[in-house]
């Protein structure tokens, strides 16, 4: 199993990114993914999930209406659109997928917002 994310960089407060996490030696599309984020200092956070079934997303309030969750199964890959990102979002962005019980995550992505 392999998760690697990719997309983060810097960007000013009110601006856009889309990280995308690619997905390998699992059946993808039997799967939901999450997106986690560390904020430099703090514990690691959840931010969005999308399900394997009916492509179900759900959020984290923080990012709740900023923030788009996606995924391609042709692609094996899950999306993450980031819009008026703040200060606040800066963190490394990390892709995750339980199977059979266990938690496989990527290496994470940077992002960081600032001016």
């Known amino acids: 199993v392999q998760l690697v994310e990719s997309g983060g960089g810097l960007v000013q407060p009110g601006g856009s990114l889309r990280l995308s996490c690619v997905a390998s030696?699992?059946?993808?599309?039997?799967?939901?993914i999450n997106w986690f984020r560390q904020p430099p200092g703090k514990e690691r956070e959840w931010a969005a999930t999308?399900?394997?079934?009916?492509?179900?997303?759900a959020y984290a309030g923080s990012v709740k209406g900023r923030f788009t969750i996606s995924r391609d199964n042709s692609k094996n890959t899950v999306y993450l659109q980031m819009n008026n990102l703040t200060p606040e979002d800066t963190a490394v962005y990390s892709c995750?997928?339980?199977?059979?019980?266990?938690?496989?995550w990527g290496q994470g992505t940077q992002v960081t917002v600032s001016s």
């Open positions: 995750s997928a339980r199977i059979r019980r266990l938690d496989y």
């Open positions: 030696g699992f059946l993808f599309s039997n799967y939901a």
């Open positions: 999308i399900s394997s079934v009916e492509d179900t997303t």
